[in-house]
């Protein structure tokens, strides 16, 4: 293990984060507030820490091997979490410690979920350091999903090495640099389309470069109390959920897609992949079984129930109104999509489509077997036979799943909590989904929860973008033996 490597780059990261700190100072100097010192010092507490680590560690690590890439990668979500609790710190924003970190879990980890309310009248620069943190989580999540899960197998995710954009290299550091410049240069084009077509929608400035970084970050994070709802305007609702669908695609097909450039070629990039016709098809089925009793049993707008559905089903959590007021059974099925989620490689949570999609055509298999017991049955993705190592490594995942989200359930419960609420949260937590049902739905938020429960689900917020195995594989003493 190169504990000197790992340190590093713990310490640049945490460097970075340090000075992004800048960007919310300005923002409080130019709407006159009262925080622009509060953030220049939590930006240097945070760089210093950051520079101690550098320079404890030594020089930079030329080659980090798989073992150092599940020790950072881990790391990497716990320290930034602490750090980004900082601002909320020095500002006085937070009530009480807990708050402020769980409030920087939160954002980090893209979930949503929040204990701040009157959002309407909070200091700008605390708005934008809250939408920033989940924009620089989103594009950590991409760069993780896509440059390093292939290359440490987690889960099944080396089915996306030779998808992925860059170099494809022995070498995880030389990997990540390559894919991540890639993919920051997409990733912020992305952003500053959308917060265009926001403005130009009716949204302030301000307002477009929050919902912007937060919608591409599949984040959930909003500039006011009632979420989305606070814009009532249709075309913005139906632009806001075409960039929710987008963000929650597989990065590497927008990559190839910009590559080839826009042509009449360009929607094959997409339907040419099966995860994306399956995450199309669910979208689509999700918004006809939700539709349904809702359009025929209450006075929710066709446009309403469109853009929640996509909200929950994408993880990104926003809300244009109380989607726990309807009727039951769409409770139901918003609480199974949680867990389905979004496209593997993109900024959204939940167990991702791709896994979906192939243990349902193992469990089909499985099917066809019991008639043909004798017939060589093989499961493919995009034509190409998929191991038996990844399926059962597909199978590992899902029961480690469910079964982290029953163990934070039921930690939550035993501070207190009741059912409904604690297998919401955890559901909404661990699929870093945010807004959950009952108390903490759309209309609530975490701040009644005892501040024990706050820190089981913040672990599930960690652990969901951990993608269950990274957490597990630290635990296994053969990890730490030479």
């Known amino acids: 293990m190169n504990y000197r490597g790992v340190t590093w780059t713990i310490g640049i990261l945490a460097a970075f984060f340090g ?50 890439g599940f020790l950072i990668v881990a790391l990497a979500w716990v320290v930034l979490s602490l750090l980004g609790a900082v601002p909320f710190w020095t500002t006085g924003t937070a009530d009480t410690i807990m708050d ?8 980090l980890t893209t979930t949503g979920a929040t204990v701040f309310s009157g959002l309407d009248t909070m200091a700008p620069s605390i708005l934008f350091w809250r939408s920033m943190e989940e924009w620089v989580g989103g594009m950590g999540i991409i760069v993780l999903a896509v440059a390093i899960m292939p290359l440490l197998g987690i889960g099944g995710m080396q089915l996306f090495r030779a998808e992925a954009p860059g170099p494809v290299k022995d070498k995880l550091t030389s990997r990540v640099t390559e894919t991540g410049k890639i993919l920051w240069y997409m990733y912020l084009a992305m952003t500053m389309i959308v917060a265009l077509v926001y403005w130009f929608l009716g949204m302030s400035g301000f307002d477009a470069v929050n919902h912007a970084m937060t919608t591409i970050a599949i984040g959930g994070f909003s500039t006011h109390d009632a979420s989305m709802g606070y814009f009532d305007s249709q075309p913005l609702r139906l632009a806001t959920v075409y960039f929710m669908f987008a963000a929650g695609i597989n990065f590497t097909l927008h990559f190839a897609s910009m590559r080839r450039g826009l042509s009449l070629d360009t929607p094959r990039t997409y339907f040419a992949d099966d995860e994306f016709r399956a995450y199309l098809k669910w979208m689509i089925a999700l918004v006809v079984l939700i539709g349904l009793p809702t359009l025929l049993t209450t006075s929710a707008s066709w446009d309403e129930v469109l853009f929640n559905t996509v909200a929950v089903a994408t993880t990104t959590g926003f809300a244009v109104s109380d989607y726990g007021q309807w009727p039951v059974v769409t409770s139901l099925i918003l609480f ?55 399926v059962e490594a597909l199978w590992g995942f899902f029961v480690l799943y469910i079964v982290c989200f029953m163990m934070i359930a039921i930690l939550v419960a035993f501070s207190g909590v009741d059912m409904l609420t604690s297998l919401a949260a955890s559901a909404a937590c661990i699929t870093n989904t945010g807004p959950g049902f009952g108390g903490v739905g759309p209309a609530g938020n975490y701040a009644s929860l005892p501040d024990f429960a706050k820190g089981a689900l913040m672990f599930g917020m960690v652990l969901g973008r951990l993608e269950i195995f990274t957490f597990f594989v630290l635990l296994v003493p053969e990890f730490w033996r030479k």
């Not at 402020?100 to 954002?107: C, I, M, T, Y």
């Open 19 to 68: 000075v992004s700190m800048l960007l919310p100072a300005l923002v409080a100097w130019h709407y006159e507030t009262s925080h622009m010192s509060e953030f220049l010092t939590a930006g240097f507490i945070v760089a210093l820490v950051g520079l101690l680590m550098m320079r404890a560690a030594g020089k930079a690590p030329k080659v980090l091997s798989h073992r150092d």
């Open 100 to 107: 402020a970190l769980f409030e920087s879990a939160s954002g």
């Open 336 to 390: 199974a999509a949680m867990f389905c989620g979004a496209c593997a490689g993109s900024t959204g949570g939940g167990m991702k489509m791709v896994r979906v999609l192939l243990l349902f055509r193992q469990g089909m298999r499985e099917v066809r077997r019991l008639i043909h017991p004798h017939a060589v049955l093989a499961i493919k993705l995009n034509g190409a036979n998929v191991g038996g190592s990844v």
